[in-house]
């Protein structure tokens, strides 16, 4: 069984791309996980009980929310995801294309923890993993 | 014996003379009158004991007890007193032997004659023929008692002597003096009393204010009064046997026509020889006239034969003209009344009933002044309108208030409605039946439909305008969510293109010659600018359609606070940035802070390109309006191209030049704009550029 650390849920294929990019290429990306859109994410967290392709038997570290998902809304996911008493207490960073989006509001309502804006370069990736205290995110080798 | 009897009759007869004479001038109530009639008659008793009837020796007989007692009685004390003494005192003196009681008789007679004095005094008796008598039965007996005083005894030879004739005719005597006296006295007491009254008369005559003529039965005047001389403007002699026809020169009736001479009152009363009342006739005198009111009388004599006529003059011209004045405003006032064209009309307060209306009232009510006339206000009046009507007429009717003032409904005779604005004012009349109200009545009908019309109308434009801003709100909306979703839409693509041409800058870039990283970068370079022109954009209509919030904007703080965000410290080395005192302002923050950003940023871009940039900051305050300005020394703009500086999209500079989309300026524009400010701008090619903003003082 394979550790996660990272769950991402991001609808836009090219962002996703372009996210786990970043991520490897600082050695991030480890352990990530990538659901295509809320459905697949109340699924997985819900119902199959992390099962994608691979069987996982802990929570992730941390989920990685695009706000506009398409069928269940990433705002419905995050709802879900922190009234369950089980995933509640997972550090939720809300992804968003601008500062603006007034969903953020909702979404620090809703007890998300913070936000990256698309596109997520590194050095806003690194502030905000600080901010949120996930040092141990940013090692560089797991050991195995 | 007769000789001495006649003898006393001329005496009673020159008593009666002397008696009139003087009581007509001497009072008998006055202290000195009762003196002189006491010695009057004293001295009448004297002269007739100088001529006696003797009775042999030394007794004489005379009407001294008929002369004294009557003193006494008609005088009182006073005169009985004095005639008394006088004539005792002569009695005396002739002496003799039946002095001391011929005195004694005087003095009987004295005290029986008083004694009536006060019998007719207290109203016990009256001098009549019989007290008279009586009284002189009195004294005479008295008298003949008294001659048993004589000495010698002749006594009873007197009285059997003259017993007879003293009791007769003595008695006879005393009864004849006293009413003769008695007439006399009343008869000028009547004729006192008749001059007084006349004098009164008289006077009342002179002095009355109202003329009096006397004509005679030939119409010829016979006596006027003063206040009849002061009317007719003639005196008596000049009236003295004129008839009344001749002496105006002429007489109207009230209506201006000739008054016949015939139907004078005072004519008319000799031809008909009744009283002729109340006439009025105008006097021509002295080519005035003067109105006068005539009552004439006959007067008969005392047999019922004619005597004269009594015409009494009043003089009413004042009046009349005072009537006529009142008259003539009656008449304006009515005029007034009747063509006015409010509706006027008397009410009477008890039973509401109409008294008088004009005709205005009348044809507002669509009614008749008749049918009007027959009914009360309360059967015409809108039921719901009769109770707020009743309420102030009661206030009306207790003196609570002195007029009232409402807006009404009446039913007109063909039972539509028709409004009225009604107002009532209490009448202050003295008269007589039941107090009266005077009501004013507008017919407001058109007006308050008017009204109706245009609440109608309001609610209707109420309603539009509702309609249409919930129409202009949901497009808002419709706008605001299009433009948000638009620019996120748009923005992902650019994304894309711009990570993954930099994926292939860094990762592949061993396989691209200097040519491919120059288009590689074209590339990228044009997807951030087609991200900032979406950002522009976005921001530009977010401008015009969000709602201003007001705040006090310390203006100095926050461009200095925005000069610290859009430069770097390598920058900020080059630039002298200076900022003046400049005044705080009342605006939205927000926009405040993209005005700045703009124009700072554009200062600073514009001004790179000189190895110090020079910026200065400066505000004045004119006339409700702060002014604010930014002065650059960079390469400034030509001011030929000056209409198209705010414009969208519009540029004056290359890209190659200084980077820019041309949307900040147009942005400046619209919040300056929508904050009611005016922005412009001066410059000089390479000289630099002034900024100016205005922005009112709210």
Redesign the interface.
């Known amino acids: 069984m394979d550790v996660i650390e990272i769950v991402l849920i991001e609808d836009n294929p090219d962002d996703a791309e372009l996210m786990i990019r970043t991520l490897k290429k600082n050695k991030l990306a480890n352990n990530l996980v990538l659901l295509k859109d809320g459905e697949a994410a109340i699924e997985f967290f819900f119902n199959n009980k992390f099962t994608n392709d691979k069987q996982y038997n802990q929570y992730p570290r941390v989920i990685f929310l695009d706000i506009k998902l398409p069928k269940i809304s990433g705002l419905d996911v995050l709802r879900r995801l922190k009234n369950d008493k089980n995933t509640r207490n997972i550090p939720v960073i809300i992804v968003t294309s601008s500062t603006e989006d007034p969903d953020i509001r909702t979404a620090y309502d809703l007890g998300a923890n913070s936000y990256v804006v698309k596109p997520v370069d590194i050095i806003n990736f690194r502030d905000t993993i600080q901010k949120l205290g996930l040092y141990w995110l940013i090692v560089n080798e797991k050991a195995k | 014996m007769l000789i001495e009897m006649l003898n006393n009759l001329t005496l009673i007869i020159t008593l009666t003379v002397f008696y009139s004479l003087s009581i007509r001038h001497i009072s008998d109530k006055e202290l000195i009158g009762k003196f002189i009639f006491g010695i009057l008659f004293g001295l009448i008793a004297i002269f007739g004991m100088m001529n006696p009837y003797t009775f042999g020796n030394g007794i004489i007989f005379d009407g001294r007890s008929v002369i004294i007692s009557v003193a006494s009685l008609f005088g009182g004390a006073i005169t009985g007193s004095i005639s008394a003494i006088i004539a005792i005192m002569y009695r005396l003196w002739l002496g003799g032997v039946g002095a001391i009681t011929g005195s004694m008789v005087i003095l009987s007679s004295a005290l029986i004659g008083l004694i009536f004095h006060y019998l007719n005094l207290k109203k016990i008796t009256n001098i009549n023929y019989i007290s008279l008598t009586v009284m002189g039965l009195t004294v005479h007996l008295t008298m003949l008692l008294l001659m048993f005083t004589l000495p010698n005894g002749i006594g009873l030879n007197v009285v059997r002597a003259v017993a007879i004739p003293v009791i007769t005719l003595f008695t006879i005597l005393t009864t004849l003096l006293g009413m003769i006296l008695l007439n006399q006295k009343s008869k000028i007491k009547a004729s006192m009393h008749l001059s007084e009254s006349e004098e009164k008369l008289r006077y009342i005559f002179k002095t009355m204010q109202q003329g009096i003529v006397y004509t005679n039965c030939y119409g010829e005047i016979v006596d006027v009064n003063r206040a009849a001389e002061v009317i007719l403007e003639l005196n008596l002699e000049e009236l003295k046997g004129r008839k009344s026809s001749e002496i105006f020169q002429k007489v109207i009736h009230e209506d201006g026509s000739q008054f016949d001479s015939n139907l004078f009152p005072s004519n008319q009363v000799i031809q008909k020889w009744e009283k002729v009342e109340n006439i009025t006739m105008g006097l021509i005198i002295n080519d005035k006239v003067k109105w006068v009111n005539i009552n004439s009388y006959p007067l008969e004599n005392p047999d019922k034969s004619r005597n004269l006529i009594f015409t009494i003059l009043e003089d009413i011209t004042e009046r009349k003209e005072a009537n006529q004045i009142i008259k003539n405003s009656e008449i304006r006032m009515r005029k007034i009344i009747e063509s006015a064209q409010v509706g006027i009309a008397l009410i009477d307060s008890v039973n509401g009933k109409f008294i008088e209306v004009n005709n205005r009232y009348a044809s507002i009510l669509g009614m008749s002044k008749e049918q009007l006339l027959k009914i009360d206000w309360i059967s015409i009046t809108y039921p719901e309108d009769i109770e707020k009507d009743k309420s102030n007429m009661d206030l009306l009717n207790a003196g609570k208030i002195n007029h009232y003032q409402i807006e009404k409904r009446y039913i007109k005779s063909d039972g539509s409605i028709v409004w009225v604005n009604l107002s009532v004012v209490h009448m202050d009349e003295m008269i007589k039946g039941n107090p009266r109200h005077l009501a004013f009545v507008e017919d407001i009908t058109e007006r308050k439909n008017a009204e109706s019309e245009i609440l109608k109308l309001n609610s209707e434009l109420e309603q539009r305008v509702i309609e249409r801003t919930q129409q202009l709100e949901s497009t808002n909306k419709e706008l605001e969510a299009f433009s948000y979703s638009v620019?996120?839409d748009l923005?992902?693509p650019l994304?894309?293109i711009?990570?993954?041409t930099q994926?292939l800058l860094e990762d592949y870039s061993s396989s691209f010659d200097e040519e491919g990283h120059r288009i590689s970068n074209i590339i990228m370079r044009n997807a951030k600018r087609m991200g900032q022109l979406i950002d522009d954009l976005l921001s530009f209509s977010k401008v015009g359609r969000s709602e201003l919030h007001f705040s006090n904007i310390d203006m100095q703080n926050m461009v200095k606070a925005i000069y610290y965000e859009v430069t770097n410290e390598k920058e900020r080395e080059l630039i002298n940035f200076k900022i003046n005192d400049i005044a705080n302002v009342t605006a939205d923050p927000n926009l405040m802070r993209i005005v700045w950003t703009n124009l700072i940023s554009n200062a600073v871009k514009f001004s790179s390109k000189k190895d110090i940039s020079i910026i200065e900051v400066d505000s004045t305050t004119d006339q409700g309006l702060i002014c604010y300005c930014i002065k650059d020394n960079g390469a400034g703009f030509n001011m030929e191209y000056i209409d198209k500086l705010f414009g969208v999209f519009q540029r004056l500079h290359s890209d190659d030049d200084f980077i820019g989309t041309g949307v900040g300026l147009a942005l400046v524009q619209r919040i300056i704009f929508r904050h009611q400010g005016k922005i412009w701008a001066e410059s000089e090619i390479d000289k630099g550029a002034k900024f100016y903003f205005t922005l009112p003082i709210r």
């Open positions: 620019s996120h923005r992902a994304r894309a711009n990570g993954f994926i």
